[in-house]
Antibody, heavy 122, light 113 residues
Framework: EVQLVESGGGSVKPGGSLRLSCAASGFTFTNAWMNWVRQAPGKGLEWIGR??????????DYAAPVKGRFTISRDVSKNTLFLQMNSLKTEDTAVYYC?????????????WGQGTLVTVSS | DTEMTQSPDSLAVSLGERATINCKSSQNVLSSANKKNYLAWFQQKPGQPPKLLFYWASTRESGVPDRFSGSGSGTDFTLTISSLQAEDVAVYYC?????????FGQGTRLQIK
């Protein structure tokens, strides 16, 4: 069974940093493209970035609002995905989801964690 | 970026009746290489993460009831629920994954009339 468990959310002041983690199990982590999607309170879904698999060069893509401030990485020895968030803004307040197609799909977002809430406020 | 626009923003339908949600992309999401539309539909219930209903515009994910159907090609897509059930109350999102960044529609809130 595929499981994705996010952690690391919390409250932070504008300009601060936070590191989110997503522990993955139930699939071959090294083969999966891993994504982060966020959802501001009461709002829609926003894709913020992904990291490709080992075989695809572990390259990253980011959405414009977070490019240069957020960094996605993965630790294959721990089957864990990370989201390093720097220079946080109030508009980054959201539930952050880790999502993937796992071993079944490359681009599709089939499996989702329960999310972790990040609140940026002074 | 490819903009995704859903209509309507909200919808109220009687139990047992048909519900239709439309999604329009600002760019073509049909691949000429494999003839697949890179379009997904998600259902999100309160307090839960989104659930993938369809990919390739019309391929139903395992476990999704067959009262749900997805259709369309190119830039215009539709999610249809043939006979609305109480458990279908949710917000529905379309998403294109043909271009980077993948983008979502703004969501359509479906309620019972």
């Amino acid at each position: 069974e595929v499981q994705l468990v996010e952690s690391g959310g919390g409250s932070v002041k504008p300009g601060g940093s936070l590191r989110l983690s997503c522990a993955a199990s139930g699939f071959t982590f090294t083969n999966a493209w891993m994504n982060w999607v966020r959802q501001a309170p009461g709002k829609g879904l926003e894709w913020i970035g992904r990291i490709k698999s080992e075989s695809d060069g572990v390259t990253t893509d980011y959405a414009a609002p977070v490019k240069g401030r957020f960094t996605i990485s993965r630790d294959v020895s721990k089957n864990t995905l990370f989201l390093q968030m720097n220079s946080l803004k109030t508009e980054d307040t959201a539930v952050y989801y880790c999502t993937t197609g796992a071993s079944r799909m490359l681009l599709e977002l089939l499996y989702w964690g329960q999310g972790t809430l990040v609140t940026v406020s002074s | 970026d490819t903009e995704m626009t859903q209509s309507p923003d909200s919808l109220a339908v009687s139990l047992g009746e048909r519900a239709t949600i439309n999604c329009k992309s600002s760019q073509n999401v049909l691949s000429s290489a494999n003839k697949k539309n890179y379009l997904a539909w998600f259902q999100q219930k309160p307090g839960q993460p989104p659930k993938l209903l369809f990919y390739w515009a019309s391929t139903r994910e395992s476990g999704v009831p067959d009262r749900f159907s997805g259709s369309g090609s190119g830039t215009d897509f539709t999610l249809t629920i043939s006979s609305l059930q109480a458990e279908d109350v949710a917000v529905y999102y379309c998403q294109q994954y043909f271009t980077t960044p993948p983008t979502f529609g703004q969501g359509t809130r479906l309620q019972i009339k």
